[in-house]
Nanobody, 124 residues
């Protein structure tokens, strides 16, 4: 089992920045590819970003590319999502997830563990 806990969400004005953190406990954090997803009211959960176990490979959704940066610190068992130039359409609950199969890619149903989520609200 891996327990994940997100933090860092909040209310920010359009153009502002937030840094989300996801702290992991349980099994060896570095064994898992980590992802960030988000879900806005009435919408499906959507892929935001993904980072390899070493942190050397990162993938982003087109909607956040150039604005968001995913990173991880395996010594601290934590994955981060730095969000810059935020827009009202970025408003959602943000979730981190762990992929033990290493093949889940963009499909949320294939991730093994999830955090409880943190709310991000961007005002116009």
């Amino acid at each position: 089992q891996v327990q994940l806990a997100e933090s860092g969400g909040g209310l920010v004005q359009s153009g502002g920045s937030l840094r989300l953190s996801c702290a992991a406990s349980g099994r060896t954090f570095s064994n898992y590819i980590m992802g960030w997803f988000r879900q806005a009211p009435g919408k499906d959960r959507e892929f935001v970003a993904r980072i390899s176990r070493s942190g050397s490979s990162k993938i982003y959704a087109d909607s956040v590319k150039g604005r968001f940066t995913i990173s991880r610190d395996n010594a601290k068992n934590t994955v981060y999502l730095q969000m810059n130039s935020l827009r009202p359409e970025d408003t959602a609950v943000y979730y981190c997830a762990a992929d033990g199969s290493l093949t889940a890619l963009y499909d949320p149903s294939r991730y093994d563990y999830w955090g409880q989520g943190t709310q991000v609200t961007v005002s116009s």
